[in-house]
T-cell receptor
């Protein structure tokens, strides 16, 4: 299995509080991604990174920000969590672009009350 | 707007039967079509993938059929086994851009012993 660690794995928080999810990789892959998974929607890309300090928005980026200060770490921040952000969040990494082969972490389940 | 449409949402198949999951897309720039398999509590993992220069790709019991003119592709699981019970996602991406995959909404497959 690819060396991807997500933390925390489970979190319950209240509306309006900030939340940060962490993705740590030991594979030295260039590309890192944050997806959210919701019933009826599949997996949707939130943000991605193509290098240290190089990030871009995905299809559902509103309400989320990311940072990548080191190759191995990619942080997803919800500045002020809302109930609509209750979801399972997956981090993914890939070595090359264009192949589409992503390696996923085991997910972080976030509940916003 | 769903870039990749997947059906059915759920599928129940007898052991030894054939499971068929279908996907359709509109963006003709897509040139990579992977299928991901996800077990409960785990992240998705690449199962098999195809590029549009071939109409079929087979790996063991898993086959992708691709119809470029119809903009459709499907996954066939031959001799389905209870261990195949999982959620399957089709996806599509383009060589341009940062390897961003667009996923279908998923199909929950249950194989009955």
């Amino acid at each position: 299995d690819a060396g991807i660690t997500q933390s925390p794995r489970h979190k319950v928080t209240e509306t309006g509080t900030p939340v940060t999810l962490r993705c740590h990789q030991t594979e030295n892959h260039r590309y890192m991604y944050w997806y959210r998974q919701d019933p009826g929607h599949g997996l949707r890309l939130i943000h991605y990174s193509y290098g240290v300090k190089d990030t871009d928005k995905g299809e559902v980026s509103d309400g989320y920000s990311v940072s990548r200060s080191k190759t191995e770490d990619f942080l997803l921040t919800l500045e002020s969590a809302t109930s609509s952000q209750t979801s399972v969040y997956f981090c993914a990494i890939s070595e090359l672009t264009g192949t589409g082969e992503l390696f996923f972490g085991e997910g972080s389940r976030l509940t916003v009350l | 707007q769903q870039q990749v449409k997947q059906s059915p949402q759920s599928l129940i198949v007898q052991k030894g039967g054939i499971s068929i999951i279908n996907c359709a897309y509109e963006n003709t720039a897509f040139d990579y079509f992977p299928w991901y398999q996800q077990f409960p509590g785990k992240g998705p993992a690449l199962l098999i993938a195809i590029r549009p220069d071939v109409s079929e790709k087979k790996e063991g019991r898993f086959t992708i059929s691709f119809n470029k003119s119809a903009k459709q592709f499907s996954l066939h699981i031959m001799d389905s086994q209870p261990g195949d019970s999982a959620t399957y996602f089709c996806a599509a991406s383009s060589q341009t851009g940062a390897n961003n995959l667009f996923f279908g909404t998923g199909t929950r497959l249950t194989v009955i012993p």
